[in-house]
Structure formats: C-alpha cells, structure tokens
C-alpha cells in the first residue's frame, strides 16, 4: 500500500496560478521573501505564506492557514494499492495501476554509483476526501471550489519534463457526513456514515 502526496501542495499551486489570473494577492508557497543569498523568491502578486494575518489575511490562507493559524480545511490521507496485489483491499483503500521505475546515476565518466533512485508511478482512479473544519464564507468555498477544478491545469509538479502527474477530475460531492460508531452485542464496531448532498445550498453560494 502506498499512500498518495502532494495533493494539498498541488491544491496551493492551483490556488497560486489561479490568483495571479484573477488578480488577486494570495499567500506564496514558499514563507521566506528572500535567499540566504538575498534573492528574491516571491513573485510580484504574493506575500510570503502567512505574512497576511492576521491584519489582512488572504483568501487562500483562510483556507490553508500557516504557521500562524492552522488550516480550515483537513486532506484525508489517500491509499493506494497497486491491482497486482494479492491482499483484498479494506475501507477506503483505492485500487490503481502501480508501476516502479528503478534507476541510478552514475559519477561522470566512471561506474560509481552516486545515487539510487526508486519512484512509484501509479494510474488509475481515486477520491480525495477533503474535510471542512469550520464554516467557510461564500467567497472563500467559491474560491477553494474553482482551486480544485483548476487543478488538472497543473498537475505536472516539477517533473514537467517526463509528463509524471497528469490529472482528471471525474466528480465532485459536496456533502454533509454524519459518522456514528456503535459497538454490537457481539463486540464488533459498526460504523455508520450518512451523508447529505449539499448541491443546492452551494449553487446558491455560487450564483
Ligand atoms: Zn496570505
């Protein structure tokens, strides 16, 4: 089993690409202005993550927070396990094509290894279960909402050269999840999730 990451830096990035073309200023990923060497890093229409609050704090920290104030929303962890395995899959365990690429580089002009390399590249499809901490403003849920359909945009990371990172999103839910855990007279756990689709209510947001 293998557990996907990036995403929430992916969701970020949308958010960043996404600002810049509404032209609004938006946190930065990155929280230092400058290099050691004095450079600067934060490009014009950003602020250094977290330099916003709590005076005028921006839409996308309202969402993803800093060091300052803890994010509004909470990625669920997505597992992966490759459709070779053996092992059935449990719970909320995605299945996916899982391939492994191994590789080394080599000191120029020698034999001597200078680094291994094991990646994991995997195909298929999978939800990503992003959880609201608190209420968010109209404004703020209509902007997260238009970060993640801006996503697939993205999606190549920093590997745009070899195509890894390619994303389509299939569907979006946007529900209440009411989850309840009972214990049975035979001691096991029964765990219960209703949800409620709350398509209207964000229409409204939205229109
Ligand atoms: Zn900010």
Request: aromatic share 6%; with cysteine; proline share 4%.
């Amino acid at each position: 089993m293998y557990l996907v990451k990036g995403l929430r830096g992916l969701l970020g990035h949308a958010m960043m690409a996404l600002a810049k073309e509404q032209g609004r200023e938006i946190c930065h990923s990155s929280d230092k202005s400058e290099t050691q060497k004095g450079e600067q890093i934060i490009p014009e229409g950003f602020h250094p993550t977290g330099a916003c609050y709590p005076k005028n704090e921006c839409i996308k920290h309202k969402i993803m927070g800093s060091i300052h104030r803890p994010s509004r929303i909470k990625f669920e962890p997505v597992i992966i396990v490759s459709s070779q395995a053996k092992q059935k899959p449990i719970g909320n365990v995605n299945v996916v094509h899982i391939a492994t690429e191994k590789r080394n580089a080599l000191a120029f002009g020698t034999k001597k290894a200078i680094q291994d390399f094991g990646e994991r590249y995997f195909s298929g499809e999978f939800s990503l279960k992003i959880e609201l901490l608190e209420e968010l403003a109209p404004e703020v849920l209509k902007f997260l909402l238009q970060a993640l359909l801006y996503m697939p945009e993205l999606g190549l990371g920093a590997s745009v050269n070899n195509g890894a990172g390619k994303i389509e999103l299939l569907e979006i839910a946007f529900e209440e999840v009411q989850r309840t855990r009972a214990v049975t007279m035979q001691g096991e756990i029964r765990e219960e999730e209703k949800t409620r689709s709350l398509w209207k209510e964000l229409e409204a947001i939205l229109s």
